[in-house]
């Protein structure tokens, strides 16, 4: 009976623990390629690409979403690693 209710306890206390909320903010970004596809030259077109300067207006340039899942939005957002001029 004794085992039976630490046992119980003890999930009760690993569920808790796993359910806390884990933040969203300052988590860096990592590229992971996915597919393996390496064109080469016979795969390439003759059409050129132009690729215009930008500038980033927002408020807050480190927040790169929200979570809305609860009725409060959770910031997600990641260390600004580079400047763009």
Request: charged letters at 20%; proline letters at 8%.
């Amino acid at each position: 009976m004794i085992r039976m209710m630490l046992a119980a306890f003890l999930l009760s206390v690993a569920l808790t623990a796993s359910s806390k909320a884990k933040l969203l903010e300052h988590i860096p970004l990592q590229w992971r390629p996915t597919s393996a596809l390496r064109p080469g030259t016979t795969h390439m077109t003759a059409s050129s690409v132009t690729i215009a300067p930008f500038t980033d207006s927002r408020d807050n340039k480190d927040l790169i979403g929200e979570n809305r899942e609860d009725g409060t939005p959770k910031p997600v957002s990641t260390p600004m690693m580079w400047a763009l001029s």
